[in-house]
């Protein structure tokens, strides 16, 4: 995982999340969800902190403890061109 990938990641949930405001009834799904849930009325804002918060060394961390490659199968879908250098 590189500062590059994390910079993409960020990118991404940080769309996502836009996503998840886009109509009226997206909205009102969020916020059933956080009341159903019981989260806290600033949790979207939070949630945001932490994405931009996220350091490569956290990251790192939280996939050395947890993502135990020896007992995966990782399947690859893409153009290899782009793809096959990174493996």
């Known amino acids: 995982f590189t500062p590059a990938d994390l910079e993409l990641t960020r990118a991404s949930m ?3 999340r836009a996503r998840a405001f886009e109509s009226l009834d997206a909205k009102l799904g ?3 969800s956080i009341g159903d849930i019981g ?3 600033d949790f979207v804002a939070r949630d945001g902190a932490a994405v931009v ?3 490569l060394e956290q990251v790192q961390d939280v996939a050395r403890r ?3 490659t ?3 199968y990782i399947v690859v879908v893409g153009d290899a061109k782009t793809q096959a250098q990174r493996l």
């Open 14 to 16: 940080t769309k996502s």
């Open 30 to 32: 969020m916020l059933a």
């Open 39 to 41: 989260l806290p009325a």
């Open 53 to 55: 918060a996220l350091t």
């Open 66 to 68: 947890f993502i135990t």
């Open 70 to 72: 020896d007992t995966m």
